[in-house]
């Protein structure tokens, strides 16, 4: 019995000697590992662009205080969600701006390991397009022009019935243009030309017109040798009009009907003329791409290719349907869904910033032109039509 007394006492001994030590080799420890300092909290002093920014499409950004320069550790909320962020310091967060859209969202920044939220600021997020005209229910948009004025000329086709063009203004008011012209069911391309004639293709090898204000059908202007295709059209500042197609050559066509061929095999859909260049977007062999070609009076240089539209888009059928271009350089390129609407900068890098808007695209784009109260509008693969929010100038359309 006394053993056992003698081990126990031992035993509580030899605990309470080890628990003594611990104590004093590591006081506070145990706590102090556990207590960690908040950071201040965040602070915003501003939103960029001043004044609001599309939705989906433009990058904002947030100037402030006590950000943090780890991108994963700051949190934007815009009504509510969170944004998707692109890079940040101390000072400044760049974002996408996403697809919400009105005129007094809230934005607040959270900081990982600061207590509170920043302050709310408003802001305004614009939609970049939306349905143009309130076409009928059985109504398809076609090809698209516009004009001087900032109207927009559009081949509707009603179901059962051929094309007829109409006239809308940047409101969305329309009038009947010109009626429906026997044996057309839908023009793939217009052009306003010299003396106020609207041109048109339909893909066979003919290029039509109307009368300078419409009211009447198109009259058949110009035809091409059997097996030319004209896809489309456009004018450069000398009034000659290059028609492209699926063809082995690119053709110029004089105001007094003369034509010249240059060399050229592929399937080109799509044709602009800007800063001296005759642009065309093509599928050749496999790939589509933007090529180029030098306009020197009524002769063409070799063709260049400009950009590769498959190389950017690995695994991905690209099918370019139509062209427009900014003042300043900027290439949209209609095409085929998913990638309705390419972007081409004057550096060459290619992106796709409408790819939110994709379900208004559809099945594509298929025709394009720009407006003078820098709108720019589209016709869709379904049938659709689209006022885009471009804030570009268009670079000039010739002859019209």
């Not at 940047?170 to 217009?190: C, D, F, H, K, V």
Request: one cysteine or more.
């Amino acid at each position: 019995m006394k053993t056992s007394i003698r081990w126990w006492l031992s035993l509580l001994l030899l605990g309470a000697a080890l628990w003594s030590g611990c104590e004093n080799d590591k006081v506070g420890s145990l706590w102090e590992s556990y207590i960690i300092t908040p950071r201040p909290n965040p602070t915003i002093t501003g939103v960029a662009p001043a004044g609001g920014a599309l939705a989906a499409v433009d990058t904002l950004v947030i100037s402030g205080t006590n950000f943090s320069d780890v991108v994963t550790e700051n949190t934007v909320y815009i009504g509510g969600a969170p944004a998707s962020l692109l890079s940040s310091t101390a000072t400044q967060i760049r974002l996408l701006s996403p697809l919400v859209t009105g005129s007094n969202i809230e934005i607040k920044v959270g900081v990982f390991r600061a207590e509170l939220f920043s302050n709310s600021v408003r802001y305004t997020l614009f939609p970049a397009m939306a349905s143009f005209g309130r076409l009928g229910p059985t109504e398809a948009a076609g090809a698209l022009a516009t004009d001087g004025r900032g109207n927009v000329y559009v081949s509707i086709k009603p179901e059962g019935a051929n094309a007829r063009i109409y006239r809308f203004t940047p409101a969305g008011q329309r009038t009947e243009y010109a009626p429906e012209t026997p044996g057309i069911p839908q023009w793939n391309s217009l052009r306003l030309g010299p003396g106020g004639h609207l041109y048109a293709t339909r893909s066979i090898r003919a290029v039509h017109r109307f009368i300078p204000g419409g009211g009447s059908p198109a009259a058949l202007w110009t035809t091409f040798p059997v097996g030319v295709f004209a896809t489309d059209l456009d004018f450069d500042q000398n009034e000659n009009l290059w028609v492209v197609g699926n063809n082995r050559n690119i053709y110029l066509v004089k105001q007094d009907r003369t034509t010249k061929a240059f060399p050229f095999t592929g399937n080109v859909r799509a044709v602009r003329v800007f800063s001296g260049f005759l642009y065309f977007a093509s599928i050749t062999g496999t790939d589509a791409q933007l090529w180029r070609a030098t306009i020197s009076g009524e002769n063409l240089g070799t063709p260049e290719v400009y950009v590769n539209l498959s190389a950017a888009f690995p695994g991905q059928t690209i099918v370019p349907t139509s062209l427009a271009v900014s003042s300043d350089g900027f290439f949209y390129i209609g095409a085929n869904s998913p990638r309705s609407m390419i972007v081409v900068d004057p550096s060459r890098r290619i992106s796709t910033p409408y790819t939110a808007y994709t379900q208004l695209f559809s099945t594509g784009t298929l025709s394009l032109a720009a407006g003078t109260d820098k709108a720019l509008y589209a016709s869709t693969q379904s049938g659709g039509l689209l006022n885009v929010a471009w804030r570009k100038e268009s670079a000039p359309y010739y002859a019209r």
